[in-house]
């Protein structure tokens, strides 16, 4: 069993950066492939990014590709999104989710979640 919680999300201008934190419980932390999701409103949950167990490789979706950053420290049990260069389409839920499936993209394919924390940019 993994919880997650996530924090760092908030109101920030175009241009601007956040950095969200998502603190997992349990020691078989470092097992689980990370990944973030965000939900617009109105829109389904969509796929941002991802890092494997060991944090050698991570993907990203194309709208984020160059600007945000996936990171995870095994040690702290914690798995990072940099985002850099915000724009306001960005604004959604964000949602971090553990998964030890070899797929990754699509969210059914993840065993745990997080409750979200929003992101809001203004332009």
């Known amino acids: 069993q993994v919880q997650l919680v996530e924090s760092g999300g908030g109101l920030v201008q175009a241009g601007g950066s956040l950095r969200l934190s998502c603190a997992a419980s349990?020691?078989?932390?470092?097992?689980?492939?990370m990944g973030w999701f965000r939900q617009a409103p109105g829109k389904e949950r969509e796929f941002v990014a991802v890092?494997?167990?060991?944090?050698?490789?991570?993907y990203y979706a194309e709208s984020v590709k160059g600007r945000f950053t996936i990171s995870r420290d095994n040690a702290k049990n914690t798995v990072y999104l940099q985002m850099n260069s915000l724009k306001p389409e960005d604004t959604a839920v964000y949602y971090c989710?553990?998964?030890?499936?070899?797929?990754?993209?699509?969210?059914?394919?993840?065993?745990?979640w997080g409750q979200g924390t929003q992101v809001t940019v203004s332009s």
């Open positions: 890092i494997t167990w060991g944090g050698s490789s991570a």
């Open positions: 989710a553990a998964s030890r499936s070899s797929s990754w993209y699509h969210d059914y394919e993840y065993d745990y």
């Open positions: 349990g020691r078989t932390f470092r097992t689980y492939t």
